[in-house]
């Protein structure tokens, strides 16, 4: 409220107290009820009622329940027993005795209780301030609150004892007035935003209809069109039907004109069978004297009708033959006239081919003289400038030695050079040495997505490198060197993915890169081409994880144990660095008890034919465990792979086999099936392939979730998973 406002409320009066009163009362206005404060003399009360100031006594000096006059408490208003006594008492009505606050307009009828003084000076003070304001109409707005907030100023000063808990309390309605402010500031964004999206949401809606309205007249117009379609394929309908009854009448008429002629050749052949048969017997009556006399009488009748329609007929038959001759006698046969028809038209046909033929020959004519000449030309030219050349060229130098360092040799050199001039083969050097020369094949990069491996994601042209079989079994021979390097200094690391590690091998080995993708594709290609090789297609499926690693380690063990246990049988017979086949073949049955005879035979065979020793007591076993540059190994390791291979997929064969029919297997089942189909493996192994089979750590092994059938039988393949002990008789037979 502004200054002037604050100006014109009236000041506060204050009386002192009866001389008789010690202790301070405050009375509640609101509710009506007495409280009395007792306080020592080192406080000061305010009254209520006129707000003056006491200086209180001892509190042994209040007498309670006595006379206030001989010096008790003083009850709240002082004044209002005398002027209740002096004031006769005036009946009203219920509505008059239960006025409210802003009710009270000071009249004759006002409540037997008078207000305090300060009370009656805020409420005249808050009705003159709403009249001023808003003229006593009404209604919540920030100028009437700003007088109710004055007033209630005065009260939270005036009312010091109470001061806190009622600043508080404004406080309180000051700072969640504010707090709603900020809320309807905030939301009145959003209320126009809502307007907005409102409108526009109706605009969607009227275009929806106006679509869905000129929709339905467009399906209302192809109904209309339907229906007139349907009813003139109706009277299509009808018409023909009528056709069809109108042919159907005339088709039953020409079957019975068909069938009366029918009948009626019928009747005439029985009745011409019928006078040949009188005939007959005439003739046979005639002839043996027998005939009665009304049969003679009956038969020079007959005969003459007969004489009669042949003479009709021989008649008829002479008129048509006389026409005939006149008409067709000089007329050629059909079958004569068809020959001669196909023979003019093979004539025709074959006139046709070679007219065609001519012409394309009289253009191939003109065209070759056409080349002839232009050919006369060049040689003229040719001519002049080899003659201007004579007298003007240099030396010309020998390009043959190109080959010598190109890639390709000889042959490619003069498969790109062939024909071309000095200058043409100085380009073709040029883009050799930038590694852009002619002849070249190239590969098409898969690009760089998540679903290509890392070591081929590339984007570019990419030439085919010269490498073959024996350069890719040298580089993976190196790979694994490093590989194994690294598998070492990680110690129990977990080991590095073999596309991971094979991109970081190929880039630091080249560090261009994209020599470095060029000869990984060239590798790649030339991996996918020999998957029969045993090395190579190993590297290849660990490459693409098809395979674990541990089963390139594994072979390198076996193998390494293969050899020792020769070289002992052989350090027991006298350590001469050879053996007789029996030793040999007695050596493989020790250390592979689980092989059948036959897979012992072939493991001696392979050995034989890759020694090929001229005497089989001296078999130089050691040589069977060497391998070429390339990592290609003789028959006697690769027979002996091939069997480590079908042993193991036999081996998790049987395991599926035991576990057929669970679409997902826990745990204890897969133990269950191992001991059963390997029943002298030991607890270790075991533990080792469930592990592998469920992808869990060891110490993790026991909450693991059921996994389908298939996916352990992949993981199990995928391992270095084989038998421990013998196989059972029933699983020999």
């Known amino acids: 409220m502004s200054a002037k406002a604050l100006a014109k409320l009236p000041p506060i009066q204050r009386s002192s107290p009866p001389p008789a009163a010690n202790v301070n009362s405050v009375i509640s206005p609101r509710a009506g009820k007495n409280f009395v404060g007792l306080h020592g003399p080192s406080y000061q009360l305010s009254n209520i009622g006129d707000g003056a100031v006491h200086r209180l006594p001892e509190p042994q000096a209040l007498k309670p329940f006595v006379d206030t006059k001989a010096g008790s408490l003083d009850t709240w208003p002082a004044h209002a027993t005398a002027q209740a006594a002096a004031r006769p008492s005036l009946p009203s009505s219920s509505s008059q005795r239960q006025r409210g606050l802003g009710g009270d307009d000071g009249g004759p009828h006002q409540s037997m209780v008078p207000k305090p003084k300060f009370l009656e000076q805020l409420e ?116 023909l039907q009528m056709q069809i009854e109108k042919l159907q009448e005339k088709i039953g008429e020409t079957y019975q004109m068909y069938r009366d002629e029918c009948d009626a050749r019928k009747l005439l052949v029985s009745d011409i069978n019928d006078l040949r048969y009188q005939q007959e017997d005439y003739q046979k009556a005639h002839g043996n004297q027998e005939a009665t006399p009304a049969e003679a009488k009956e038969d020079p009748v007959k005969m003459k009708i007969a004489l009669k329609r042949a003479r009709e007929d021989l008649t008829d038959a002479t008129q048509r033959l006389n026409e005939m001759i006149a008409n067709y006698g000089d007329v050629v046969p059909r079958r004569d006239f068809e020959f001669l028809t196909a023979d003019h038209q093979k004539l025709n046909e074959k006139y046709d081919a070679l007219n065609e033929d001519h012409k394309q ?51 490619r050199w003069s498969q790109i050079s062939q024909g071309k001039k000095s200058d043409q083969l100085v380009t073709l050097l040029l883009k050799e040495i930038m590694g852009d020369g002619e002849g070249y094949e190239y590969f098409e990069p898969r690009g760089l997505a998540d679903d290509v491996p890392v070591y081929m994601r590339y984007e570019g042209k990419l030439r085919k490198r010269k490498m073959d079989k024996v350069d890719v079994g040298i580089l993976i021979k190196e790979i694994w060197k490093e590989k ?42 030339i991996l996918e081409e020999n998957e029969e090789d045993n090395h190579l297609a190993l590297f290849y499926q660990i490459l693409k994880g098809d395979m674990d690693e541990e089963v390139y380690h594994q072979q390198l063990t076996n193998l390494a144990d293969v050899m020792d246990a020769l070289t002992k049988a052989d350090e027991e017979e006298g350590g001469e660095g050879t053996m007789n086949k029996d030793i040999f073949e007695h050596a493989l049955r020790e250390f592979f008890p689980i092989k059948d005879d036959d897979s012992i035979q072939a493991l001696v065979d392979a050995a034989i034919d890759e020694l090929k020793p001229e005497d089989e007591s001296k078999l130089q076993y050691q040589e069977l465990f060497t391998e070429e540059e390339d990592g290609t190994v003789g028959p006697f390791i690769s027979t002996l792979r091939t069997q480590e291979k079908a042993e193991k997929l036999q081996y998790v064969e049987e395991i599926r086999r035991e576990l057929e029919g669970k679409e997902e297997v826990p745990w204890r089942e897969l133990q269950m099936a191992i001991n059963v189909v390997d029943a002298e493996i ?32 992949r993981r199990l393949q995928k391992s270095t998973v084989r038998r421990i002990g013998k196989l059972n008789s029933s699983e020999l037979t």
């Open 124 to 239: 005249v003070f808050l009705k003159k301030e709403l009249r001023n304001v808003d003229g006593g109409r009404g209604g919540p707005n920030e100028t009437r609150l700003q007088a109710y907030r004055e007033v209630f100023e005065y009260l939270i000063e005036d009312f010091k004892a109470y001061k806190p808990l009622f600043s508080a309390i404004k406080n309180e309605y000051e700072v969640m007035l504010s707090h709603q402010r900020e809320k309807i500031r905030e939301l009145e964004p959003l209320k126009s935003m809502l307007v907005t999206v409102s409108e526009q949401c109706d605009q969607k809606v009227m275009a929806m209809r106006e679509d869905e309205r000129q929709e339905m007249r467009d399906l209302k117009d192809e109904k209309i069109a339907l229906l007139e379609r349907i009813d003139a394929m109706k009277q299509d309908k009808i018409s």
């Open 682 to 713: 030991d607890r270790p192994h075991i533990v080792q392939y469930v592990c592998r089979a469920f992808d869990v750590p060891q110490d993790k092994i026991t909450t693991a979730e059921p996994v389908p059938l298939d996916v352990i039988v």
């Open 361 to 411: 020959l009289m253009a191939e004519h003109d065209a070759l003289l056409e080349v002839n000449q232009q050919i006369i030309t060049q040689r003229d030219d040719f001519y002049q400038e080899l003659e201007n050349l004579k007298r003007t060229a240099t030396p010309r130098p020998d390009w043959d030695r190109c080959a010598e360092v190109l890639e390709g040799g000889e042959e």
């Open 484 to 525: 194994t390097k690294q598998n070492q200094e990680r110690g129990d690391a977990p080991l590095e993915p073999m596309d991971t590690f094979l991109a970081t091998f190929m880039r630091q080995k080249y560090p261009d890169e994209k020599s470095c993708f060029e000869w990984t594709y060239m590798m790649v290609s």
